[in-house]
């Protein structure tokens, strides 16, 4: 009678770029006991035109890139540095987190696209195009601390954050925070 392998079963692919690259800094921190983080910087550049730069840090490992015109070729970039030059991965079942192998229009999901839209629109209108947003991912254990985001223009106004457990979560706590500035800036120039 010939021998049964047991074999488990693969575990899903996160569904976006952005959840694998979670499940990625999630990996380092919990399979290597170090510190992790990813970090976007989104930069403005010309009227309407962003730039983005993404980072990875782990222990005293780290890899970045710079100027790239969109978060998902920034993110596919900075996977394919790190790819290149590190292996983190030491398990079948673990490569599946690999942040890699997504579309353009994969990296993530529609809600949080359009609520960083909108944030993009909001600040180039308060910001007269000159600001800066930094993006920072920890796998922490409190949930809403895991996503930071920080805006800073180079307008008369005060630096604004937002935190939350997902991107789409600190989006919404920045936008409202700016927002509520903008109408009340916008108020005071009327009166």
């Known amino acids: 009678m010939p021998e049964t392998i047991p074999a488990r ?3 899903r692919r996160p569904a976006n770029g952005l959840l694998a690259w979670e499940a990625t800094i999630g990996y380092l921190r919990s399979h290597y006991r170090m510190d992790a983080a990813l970090t976007m910087q989104v930069v403005s550049s010309q009227p309407g035109q962003v730039l983005w730069h993404a980072s990875a840090v782990w222990g005293q490992n780290g890899e970045q890139v710079r100027d790239r015109l969109s978060m998902g070729v920034a993110l596919r970039d900075l996977w394919r540095e790190i790819d290149r030059k590190h292996v983190i991965f030491e398990t079948r079942e673990a490569l599946i987190r690999r942040p890699m192998n997504y579309a353009d229009d994969e990296w993530i999901d529609g809600d949080t696209h359009v609520i960083l839209n909108q944030l993009f629109d909001l600040v180039q209108v308060m910001a ?4 800066n947003l930094t993006i920072t991912y920890e796998p922490v254990e409190l949930a809403s601390q895991r996503f930071q985001i920080r805006l800073v223009t180079t307008a008369e106004m005060p630096a604004f954050t937002g935190q939350g457990a997902t991107l789409q979560e600190a989006c919404r706590e920045l936008y409202r925070a700016t927002a509520q ?7 005071k120039k009327t009166k």
């Open 9 to 11: 079963p693969l575990p």
């Open 128 to 131: 007269d195009g000159d600001w």
């Open 181 to 187: 500035h903008y109408m009340v800036r916008s108020a």
